[in-house]
């Protein structure tokens, strides 16, 4: 979190230090960016445009298998500059095309690509490439429709299927990497910039023209603009190694949308940034940054980012992911209604681009996230709801605010502490006057299965009796200043601090013991904590008061000597990767860690959660929330959420209760506040808001189910947890801009939060099918055409949430109020089974002990459930549960050893007396003549026969109720309803 007002109590902060959108860099005020967009636009100019990139024929190394190829790459304009070019496929059918220089004066930094990625990927052994008089190509796929062609002059990489070009990586020859050069040898004029008679002064002004070599100036311009140093604000970056940029254009001639590159408050279907209505004239950054009061509207880069970028059209999805660590802008444009183009401009870095080909969303999500990781399974308590503030103050607050709920019986998961439980902002140690007993107060807040979440930020304190910082220093593992030798100093919460350099081995097995519980002699541990404490990573972009762009400088330098520059946006993925590698190591067998980030990268949906960071208690904030989560998830990091209520502000009751309603159904779910703002936990509520907010938490509670299930198939498939229409809907038009409603899982809710002051309607798009939605509170059924989607207005006064269930699902809920999600372990079952317009329906239902990793070794139940029509004419319907993971015994999964899967295992006999307490059917088309078990048992059941509305085009569906037909939900059964 970042404060104003707290911040004036934190001595010798430079006075300079302004919280406004001018702290951070626009394109026009980052050397690199103007000059990639200066190079797009000489191009777009220049109607002879023509990349001086090319490959040599002559040079083209095939691989033994002529799986993969390397060839050398030449620029026309500097001859003796070489680099050299690898193109490969995977077995998965994703290009991976990689180029560097080769023999420069340094090396490009090439290692992002090795943090983001789980594994190196294995190259396909079916593909063969051909090498032609032109270039190089590969024809591959089961159905052989996919094509990869490398031309060789200019270079341009082009991916089609079925003879149509998908992707065009140099399409309008944009590729440019600066190549390493000094001063001195552009001075002499041997870099191809020749300098003018009367000699010249570079050190004094970086802009001048110089006179520019006829050679080079076309493609890299006529002047030197900021090459050997850039000034921005009070802040002098020295670039001791000059310009060393990369450009690349990347075009999707046949999609004319594209989604992704988080972190950004915008739409999902991303505005255009390029070309003459472009909606935004700055492009969008990916710079990790502490930006204070972020717009709710912009493309300025935000805690984290994701280069992977999904294109999409009715008939064909593909997307890119492009690794690189440094600060990067990302030009977008729609030449056409169906074609995108984008521009990627980063200051540092190799070319490592992955072209995944689809061709459905589904397919994406796979390729990408057999790539860089699925989001891990979390523990199912982290589910729930999580109770946050800047500060809880004391033990006795916290145990107040528990109590509070528990009178109120308001359910609650998770209680958080805020940097003030620190002494002097040291992290673990405990601020001893206001929380003498933390240990006792943890164990309080677990007594009912709850958890206690505590932060520990990255800046350490420099003071030699702060163990955690003297260790670091003894160690020799802290970030160095630009000299490479000297440790980094820097302002932050605890004043004057340092920072670990977690791209250092040597800080790994180091930080994993910090966390340890138990006394460990010499070695520092964390005694006054528990084994189930949760970890808050924040401020790891990092975020430093003092620097620029309230960051690290980028000169100063990190393990290997690259310079912060080269590896800025990776850095808070590691320091959440250890951490939560660290709360692993706390037992033997580990627990499923919980660790929440606030910076990430490509991959760092592996280690936990993270949150959109400080945002505002404003509408347009809390709409623009769900937007950015539904972004996070389609880039493979699902557990996301945005803080309830606004970080900033005193939300009026209205809104805190809307916000409650985007809060149930965001997969990470916390309330949080300004150590500014007014207390406002949910018992503070009057009637009737606080009533509200007890049934919206309930509503999430008793859909854990659905979320857990969710979370099970995005850890196993990289499906997202929350599902926009286009990723559901691939070919539905009218659905590719729509962010404001999505499906939860795969389960067949459609929501669409409320983000509207004084609304008391809503209108909601039914996508183009044949289908019925049935509204989830009153069972009013809505049908769909497949011609073209539905418009419906439904009403949305404040403790209404429009939320339907997609004709053809069956829901499962548990649906007994209780404090605490591990109090409903044991509660029975209801199953929701929404029949389709045809009279079926399925879901699944997955469980598992919710906190170990016994589910990799086959602990666990996952269950199918299906209605069908027991004939073909019967107006009746057979409801059935079988056991999933028994069906699927060949689907080949990571993080569930379905090989050693059996059904009674330990997991399932403990739960075996969990029933089935409720079944409800909707839409059944006549009264049932008997319910029985298929033994023949009758059940109990009442019926409510439907009513048609007076138009005929809707109507409440009928309801069958069947109470308590004491069935397992773990066991085999069937169900005979006949009509
Ligand atoms: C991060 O996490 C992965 C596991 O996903 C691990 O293999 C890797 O070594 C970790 N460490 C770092 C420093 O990234």
């Given at each position: 979190?970042?404060?104003?007002?707290?911040?004036?109590?934190?001595?010798?902060?430079?006075?300079?230090?302004?919280?406004?959108?001018?702290?951070?860099?626009?394109?026009?005020?980052?050397?690199?960016?103007?000059?990639?967009?200066?190079?797009?636009?000489?191009?777009?100019?220049?109607?002879?445009?023509?990349?001086?990139?090319?490959?040599?024929?002559?040079?083209?190394?095939?691989?033994?298998?002529?799986?993969?190829?390397?060839?050398?790459?030449?620029?026309?304009?500097?001859?003796?500059?070489?680099?050299?070019?690898?193109?490969?496929?995977?077995?998965?059918?994703?290009?991976?095309?990689?180029?560097?220089?080769?023999?420069?004066?340094?090396?490009?930094?090439?290692?992002?690509?090795?943090?983001?990625?789980?594994?190196?990927?294995?190259?396909?052994?079916?593909?063969?490439?051909?090498?032609?008089?032109?270039?190089?190509?590969?024809?591959?796929?089961?159905?052989?429709?996919?094509?990869?062609?490398?031309?060789?002059?200019?270079?341009?990489?082009?991916?089609?299927?079925?003879?149509?070009?998908?992707?065009?990586?140099?399409?309008?020859?944009?590729?440019?990497?600066?190549?390493?050069?000094?001063?001195?040898?552009?001075?002499?004029?041997?870099?191809?910039?020749?300098?003018?008679?009367?000699?010249?002064?570079?050190?004094?002004?970086?802009?001048?023209?110089?006179?520019?070599?006829?050679?080079?100036?076309?493609?890299?311009?006529?002047?030197?603009?900021?090459?050997?140093?850039?000034?921005?604000?009070?802040?002098?970056?020295?670039?001791?190694?000059?310009?060393?940029?990369?450009?690349?254009?990347?075009?999707?001639?046949?999609?004319?949308?594209?989604?992704?590159?988080?972190?950004?408050?915008?739409?999902?279907?991303?505005?255009?940034?390029?070309?003459?209505?472009?909606?935004?004239?700055?492009?969008?950054?990916?710079?990790n940054a502490d930006v204070f009061e972020y717009l709710a509207d912009s493309t300025t880069s935000l805690y984290g980012s994701i280069p992977f970028m999904h294109a999409h059209s009715a008939d064909s999805?593909?997307?890119?992911?492009?690794?690189v660590g440094s600060d990067t802008f990302i030009d977008i444009g729609h030449p056409t209604a169906k074609s995108s183009t984008s521009h990627w401009i980063s200051e540092t870095g190799i070319l490592d681009?992955?072209?995944?080909?689809?061709?459905?969303?589904?397919?994406?999500?796979?390729?990408?996230?057999?790539?860089?990781?699925?989001?891990?399974?979390?523990?199912?308590?982290?589910?729930?709801?999580?109770?946050?503030?800047?500060?809880?103050?004391?033990?006795?607050?916290?145990?107040?605010?528990?109590?509070?709920?528990?009178?109120?019986?308001?359910?609650?998961?998770?209680?958080?502490?805020?940097?003030?439980?620190?002494?002097?902002?040291?992290?673990?140690?405990?601020?001893?006057?206001?929380?003498?007993?933390?240990?006792?107060?943890?164990?309080?807040?677990?007594?009912?299965?709850?958890?206690?979440?505590?932060?520990?930020?990255?800046?350490?304190?420099?003071?030699?009796?702060?163990?955690?910082?003297?260790?670091?220093?003894?160690?020799?593992?802290?970030?160095?200043?630009?000299?490479?030798?000297?440790?980094?100093?820097?302002?932050?919460?605890?004043?004057?601090?340092?920072?670990?350099?977690?791209?250092?081995?040597?800080?790994?097995?180091?930080?994993?013991?910090?966390?340890?519980?138990?006394?460990?002699?010499?070695?520092?541990?964390?005694?006054?904590?528990?084994?189930?404490?949760?970890?808050?990573?924040?401020?790891?972009?990092?975020?430093?008061?003092?620097?620029?762009?309230?960051?690290?400088?980028?000169?100063?330098?990190?393990?290997?000597?690259?310079?912060?520059?080269?590896?800025?946006?990776?850095?808070?993925?590691?320091?959440?990767?250890?951490?939560?590698?660290?709360?692993?190591?706390?037992?033997?067998?580990?627990?499923?860690?919980?660790?929440?980030?606030?910076?990430?990268?490509?991959?760092?949906?592996?280690?936990?959660?993270?949150?959109?960071?400080?945002?505002?208690?404003?509408?347009?904030?809390?709409?623009?929330?769900?937007?950015?989560?539904?972004?996070?998830?389609?880039?493979?990091?699902?557990?996301?959420?945005?803080?309830?209520?606004?970080?900033?502000?005193?939300?009026?009751?209205?809104?805190?209760?809307?916000?409650?309603?985007?809060?149930?159904?965001?997969?990470?779910?916390?309330?949080?506040?300004?150590?500014?703002?007014?207390?406002?936990?949910?018992?503070?509520?009057?009637?009737?808001?606080?009533?509200?907010?007890?049934?919206?938490?309930?509503?999430?509670?008793?859909?854990?189910?659905?979320?857990?299930?969710?979370?099970?198939?995005?850890?196993?498939?990289?499906?997202?947890?929350?599902?926009?229409?286009?990723?559901?809907?691939?070919?539905?038009?009218?659905?590719?801009?729509?962010?404001?409603?999505?499906?939860?899982?795969?389960?067949?809710?459609?929501?669409?939060?409320?983000?509207?002051?004084?609304?008391?309607?809503?209108?909601?798009?039914?996508?183009?099918?044949?289908?019925?939605?049935?509204?989830?509170?009153?069972?009013?059924?809505?049908?769909?055409?497949?011609?073209?989607?539905?418009?419906?207005?439904?009403?949305?006064?404040?403790?209404?949430?429009?939320?339907?269930?997609?004709?053809?699902?069956?829901?499962p809920t548990r649906e007994r109020p209780r404090r605490s999600s591990p109090l409903m372990k044991r509660d029975p079952f209801t199953l929701r089974v929404a029949l389709s317009s045809d009279g079926s329906?399925?879901?699944?239902?997955?469980?598992?002990?919710?906190?170990?990793?016994?589910?990799?070794?086959?602990?666990?139940?996952?269950?199918?459930?299906?209605?069908?029509?027991?004939?073909?004419?019967?107006?009746?319907?057979?409801?059935?549960?079988?056991?999933?993971?028994?069906?699927?015994?060949?689907?080949?999964?990571?993080?569930?050893?379905?090989?050693?899967?059996?059904?009674?295992?330990?997991?399932?006999?403990?739960?075996?007396?969990?029933?089935?307490?409720?079944?409800?059917?909707?839409?059944?088309?006549?009264?049932?003549?008997?319910?029985?078990?298929?033994?023949?048992?009758?059940?109990?059941?009442?019926?409510?026969?439907?009513?048609?509305?007076?138009?005929?085009?809707?109507?409440?569906?009928?309801?069958?109720?069947?109470?308590?037909?004491?069935?397992?939900?773990?066991?085999?059964?069937?169900?005979?309803?006949?009509?």
């Amino acid at each position: 979190m970042r404060a104003f007002r707290s911040l004036l109590v934190l001595a010798a902060v430079p006075a300079a230090l302004a919280f406004k959108s001018q702290d951070f860099k626009t394109c026009s005020q980052s050397g690199f960016c103007r000059r990639g967009r200066a190079l797009s636009a000489r191009a777009s100019e220049s109607p002879s445009w023509r990349s001086p990139y090319s490959v040599d024929a002559s040079s083209i190394a095939l691989s033994s298998d002529q799986a993969s190829f390397i060839a050398a790459v030449k620029s026309s304009i500097y001859p003796d500059v070489k680099f050299s070019l690898d193109v490969r496929i995977h077995d998965d059918g994703v290009v991976r095309v990689r180029m560097d220089e080769v023999d420069g004066l340094r090396k490009h930094y090439d290692e992002a690509a090795s943090w983001a990625l789980l594994d190196e990927p294995k190259v396909s052994q079916q593909v063969q490439w051909k090498v032609g008089k032109d270039g190089v190509s590969a024809v591959y796929g089961a159905k052989k429709d996919v094509e990869v062609k490398v031309a060789f002059e200019p270079l341009k990489v082009t991916l089609l299927r079925n003879g149509k070009e998908q992707v065009v990586l140099n399409n309008r020859g944009l590729l440019h990497m600066e190549h390493f050069r000094t001063k001195e040898s552009v001075a002499k004029g041997k870099e191809g910039i020749a300098v003018p008679e009367e000699g010249l002064d570079i050190d004094d002004d970086a802009q001048v023209v110089l006179g520019a070599h006829p050679r080079t100036a076309w493609f890299e311009g006529e002047q030197e603009d900021s090459w050997w140093e850039e000034t921005f604000n009070s802040f002098t970056d020295p670039k001791p190694r000059g310009p060393e940029s990369l450009s690349v254009d990347i075009d999707f001639p046949n999609h004319g949308h594209v989604y992704g590159i988080p972190q950004h408050a915008t739409r999902l279907d991303l505005p255009t940034t390029t070309g003459e209505n472009a909606h935004y004239s700055d492009p969008y950054r990916l710079y990790n940054a502490d930006v204070f009061e972020y717009l709710a509207d912009s493309t300025t880069s935000l805690y984290g980012s994701i280069p992977f970028m999904h294109a999409h059209s009715a008939d064909s999805t593909v997307a890119i992911f492009n690794a690189v660590g440094s600060d990067t802008f990302i030009d977008i444009g729609h030449p056409t209604a169906k074609s995108s183009t984008s521009h990627w401009i980063s200051e540092t870095g190799i070319l490592d681009v992955f072209i995944f080909p689809g061709p459905t969303p589904a397919d994406v999500f796979a390729q990408y996230t057999r790539l860089t990781g699925t989001p891990a399974l979390p523990a199912h308590w982290a589910l729930g709801y999580h109770q946050c503030r800047w500060n809880y103050v004391s033990s006795d607050d916290v145990r107040t605010v528990q109590k509070r709920f528990d009178e109120e019986d308001i359910p609650v998961d998770v209680f958080w502490l805020d940097i003030e439980y620190s002494e002097e902002h040291k992290y673990f140690i405990w601020d001893r006057k206001h929380f003498p007993d933390p240990v006792d107060m943890i164990k309080d807040v677990e007594a009912i299965g709850r958890h206690m979440v505590v932060i520990v930020d990255p800046h350490l304190k420099r003071t030699n009796d702060y163990p955690v910082y003297k260790q670091a220093t003894e160690l020799g593992i802290l970030v160095k200043k630009g000299d490479g030798t000297t440790d980094y100093e820097g302002w932050c919460w605890s004043g004057s601090s340092a920072w670990v350099d977690f791209f250092n081995p040597g800080s790994w097995d180091w930080w994993k013991s910090l966390f340890k519980t138990e006394s460990q002699g010499e070695q520092w541990s964390w005694v006054d904590s528990t084994v189930d404490t949760g970890i808050w990573n924040d401020m790891n972009e990092p975020s430093i008061f003092n620097g620029p762009e309230i960051s690290m400088p980028r000169e100063n330098i990190h393990y290997g000597g690259w310079e912060h520059r080269d590896l800025h946006n990776i850095n808070g993925m590691l320091f959440h990767n250890l951490t939560s590698q660290a709360a692993m190591a706390r037992t033997d067998p580990p627990k499923r860690p919980f660790v929440l980030t606030r910076s990430f990268y490509a991959g760092s949906q592996r280690f936990g959660a993270m949150w959109t960071g400080d945002n505002l208690g404003t509408w347009e904030h809390m709409a623009v929330g769900v937007k950015m989560v539904l972004a996070n998830n389609i880039a493979g990091f699902s557990f996301a959420g945005s803080d309830v209520g606004g970080f900033f502000g005193n939300p009026e009751p209205e809104m805190l209760v809307r916000w409650y309603g985007v809060g149930i159904f965001s997969p990470f779910f916390r309330a949080h506040a300004h150590i500014d703002t007014k207390r406002r936990e949910p018992f503070l509520l009057d009637e009737p808001y606080k009533g509200i907010v007890r049934d919206m938490l309930r509503l999430r509670y008793a859909m854990l189910p659905v979320w857990y299930t969710a979370f099970r198939e995005a850890s196993v498939t990289g499906l997202p947890v929350v599902r926009p229409h286009f990723v559901v809907f691939p070919q539905d038009e009218n659905g590719f801009s729509l962010d404001d409603q999505f499906f939860v899982g795969g389960s067949g809710l459609l929501v669409k939060p409320v983000t509207r002051k004084g609304a008391t309607e809503e209108t909601v798009y039914l996508p183009a099918e044949d289908q019925v939605y049935y509204d989830y509170f009153n069972d009013y059924a809505y049908r769909s055409t497949s011609s073209k989607g539905k418009e419906i207005t439904v009403s949305a006064e404040l403790h209404q949430i429009p939320l339907f269930i997609r004709g053809g699902s069956i829901i499962p809920t548990r649906e007994r109020p209780r404090r605490s999600s591990p109090l409903m372990k044991r509660d029975p079952f209801t199953l929701r089974v929404a029949l389709s317009s045809d009279g079926s329906a399925r879901g699944e239902l997955y469980l598992d002990d919710g906190e170990t990793f016994s589910h990799q070794q086959g602990q666990f139940v996952w269950r199918e459930f299906a209605a069908e029509k027991p004939t073909k004419k019967s107006k009746g319907v057979r409801i059935s549960s079988r056991d999933l993971a028994a069906q699927k015994p060949a689907e080949a999964v990571d993080h569930v050893a379905l090989t050693t899967y059996d059904s009674s295992n330990a997991f399932a006999k403990d739960i075996a007396d969990v029933r089935v307490e409720k079944i409800v059917v909707l839409g059944l088309p006549a009264k049932p003549s008997s319910v029985t078990i298929e033994s023949g048992k009758e059940l109990r059941w009442t019926y409510t026969p439907g009513v048609a509305s007076s138009d005929k085009k809707g109507g409440t569906a009928s309801v069958l109720v069947i109470r308590d037909p004491k069935l397992a939900i773990t066991g085999d059964w069937s169900i005979l309803v006949q009509a």
